[in-house]
């Protein structure tokens, strides 16, 4: 058993972390991944997880990454949020199966906050975590929207989504061999100030 074996019916705390600070605890944000993600539609393998655990690592390095993990009052790790700001030369808008007009895929390192991974383990779903994480990881960013990937055949996760302001733009497989994702964005332009 890790030291996150232990799950305990407390208060639950959401913490903005930095890079480095997402790094040290490395093992908290694969528990919840591994676990949120071993469930279908997803039925990720440790295989699977492994392969996150490399991708993780390289992307905490950049000095724009943005988590947030929500612990009990016993440390036991129950959600996770993670992204960064894409750059202007980003692949992401590239998976579109139908392109969308240059102006949605303009990107120039700060315009929109990609949201890689937002995960609850279920024992603590539908308590408002998901949104707390989400806000905890916008929360003061510059970035006038927000991207992400989500499988439509999750309803919950879309009903999240879209009661949070996320529209459809587009599907795409997101990596190679992937099923097939709807592309959400949220726009935050008015909440920032900025057009």
């Not at 499988?151 to 529209?167: F, I, L």
Request: net charge positive.
């Amino acid at each position: 058993m890790t030291r996150w074996g232990r799950l305990v019916n407390s208060l639950v705390c959401v913490d903005a972390l930095d890079g480095p600070g997402a790094a040290a605890v490395e093992d908290a944000f694969m528990l919840v991944y591994a676990e949120a993600f071993a469930e279908p539609p997803y039925l990720k393998t440790s295989a699977d997880v492994a392969a996150n655990a490399r991708r993780f690592r390289s992307q905490c390095r950049k000095a724009t990454f943005r988590a947030a993990l929500a612990i009990t009052g016993d440390g036991a790790p129950v959600g996770i949020a993670y992204g960064y700001p894409l750059s202007a030369s980003t692949g992401w808008w590239d998976r579109l199966t139908t392109p969308v007009s240059d102006g949605v895929r303009r990107e120039n390192g700060g315009r929109t906050f990609g949201l890689i991974e937002l995960a609850v383990r279920a024992p603590w779903r539908r308590r408002g975590i998901a949104r707390r994480l989400h806000d905890t990881v916008l929360n003061g960013a510059s970035e006038q929207r927000v991207l992400l990937n989500a499988r439509p055949d999750v309803p919950a996760a879309q009903a999240a989504y879209r009661s949070w302001g996320y529209r459809k733009v587009g599907e795409a497989h997101p990596w190679d061999g992937a099923a097939l994702h709807d592309v959400m964005l949220l726009d935050r332009g008015d909440e920032n100030g900025v057009g």
